[in-house]
Each structure stands twice: as structure tokens, then as C-alpha cells.
């Protein structure tokens, strides 16, 4: 690890501390113009979100149904009973944003997959960016309102879904308050503007 990332994970608690967490849940309450851009208004309200800390798993209960749930990893996403009976699924679940864009409305699975993929990062970073294969390199700092942000680069590899495989991070000179930006500047291919 860089001197920042191990700075910025203490700031969060440690690697320890979270090594001892298996998941996390919490009450998801998402809108916005993304989710009416992509005729998925009101799916994500008011839900419990459960992410596996340690592996890619992210599961929304409700959805969409008092008797329904999802299940995610970055290979299969599906919709299922309460009860575990698959109600529809979709497995290779990126390949089938192919061709999207910003305006193309998305299924339940291109839902399921995207707020997953974003929320488990979300939630977990900055561990995630201990796991193998993760590439952290510290990037030049970051001026801005007369504060200096010290910043990663991060390269995630190929078995983490996420919008963009090329990410930075900023972080003050205690680790804390890290920011996500797309190292590319462009917007991930799960929004349409771009394949990798």
C-alpha cells in the first residue's frame, strides 16, 4: 500500500477493525434525474441495502415488491422471491449494456446491476483498494479553496464491477474525506457513454 492509502484506511478504522465485519446494512432511500432518465423512477425507495464486505455481493430488500429481493455479484444479478425463487435473472450482467446510451432505458437487471456495483465501492471503499489486484499509485496533489488534497490513482482489476476500471481518489492530509472522481473524466460505461 501507499503512505496514503495505509493513512486513509487507519482514518477509516483500520484494515483490522473491518476484517472483523462480514457485512453492512443500511436503509437506501435513492431518486434523482438518473433513475427517471432511465424509466426506473421510485424503484430505489426505501429498501435495505445489505453489501458482503469481503467479496462482491449486494442484495436490496424490497424491490420493487414487499415479497421481493436482488442478488448481485459482478457475474449474475437476478431478481428473487423472499423465498429464493429466481423470478428473473441475467448472468454476464455488463455485456448487456452494450450499445446503451444515456437515453436508453434500463430493465430491472441493468438497475440491480448498476446501483450494486455502485453502492458495494461506495460502501466499502477505501478497503476494496487493499484487495489484490488493485492497482494505488499516489498521484500529484489536488489544489482547491486554498486546501491541498493529497490523491490516488486506482486501477481496479477486472474481477471488481464498477463504473470505470480508472478511478482517482482525494483525500486531506489526514485521510480523511477521500472524493471519487473518474480518472478518464469520462462517465463509466454502465451509463451508455462508453465500453471497456
Given at each position: ?8 484506511v ?5 484494515l ?16 434523482g ?13 426505501n429498501e ?8 462482491e ?6 424491490f ?9 455479484t ?9 423465498e429464493?425463487?429466481?423470478v ?10 452494450a450499445g ?17 456495483y455502485?453502492m ?15 492497482d494505488?499509485?499516489?498521484i ?18 477486472p474481477?471488481?464491477?464498477t463504473?470505470?476500471t480508472?478511478?482517482s ?9 477521500a ?6 473524466g469520462?462517465?463509466?460505461?454502465a451509463?451508455g457513454s462508453d465500453?471497456?
Amino acid at each position: 500500500m501507499t503512505n496514503l492509502l495505509d493513512l486513509t484506511v487507519a482514518a477509516h478504522g483500520g484494515l483490522d477493525r473491518f476484517n472483523q465485519l462480514k457485512t453492512l446494512s443500511v436503509h437506501d432511500n435513492a431518486s434523482g434525474a438518473l433513475w427517471s432518465l432511465k424509466g426506473q423512477e421510485g424503484a430505489r425507495a426505501n429498501e435495505r441495502l445489505t453489501v458482503d464486505l469481503h467479496r462482491e455481493h449486494v442484495s436490496y430488500v424490497p424491490f420493487k415488491l414487499p415479497n421481493q429481493r436482488t442478488d448481485f455479484t459482478p457475474q449474475r444479478v437476478a431478481v428473487e422471491t423472499n423465498e429464493g425463487e429466481v423470478v428473473e435473472e441475467r448472468t454476464n450482467p455488463r455485456a448487456a449494456f452494450a450499445g446503451h446510451t444515456q437515453e436508453t432505458p434500463w430493465d430491472n437487471l441493468h438497475l440491480i446491476y448498476f446501483a450494486s456495483y455502485a453502492m458495494w465501492t461506495y460502501l466499502t471503499c477505501p478497503f476494496t483498494l487493499t484487495l489484490d489486484g488493485v492497482d494505488v499509485t499516489e498521484i500529484e496533489p489536488w489544489q482547491e479553496q486554498g486546501e491541498t488534497w493529497r490523491r490516488l490513482k486506482v486501477k481496479f482489476p477486472p474481477y471488481i464491477a464498477t463504473h470505470s476500471t480508472d478511478l482517482s481518489s482525494a483525500a486531506r492530509s489526514d485521510g480523511t474525506s477521500a472524493a471519487w472522481g473518474l480518472a478518464n473524466g469520462r462517465e463509466g460505461s454502465a451509463l451508455g457513454s462508453d465500453t471497456e
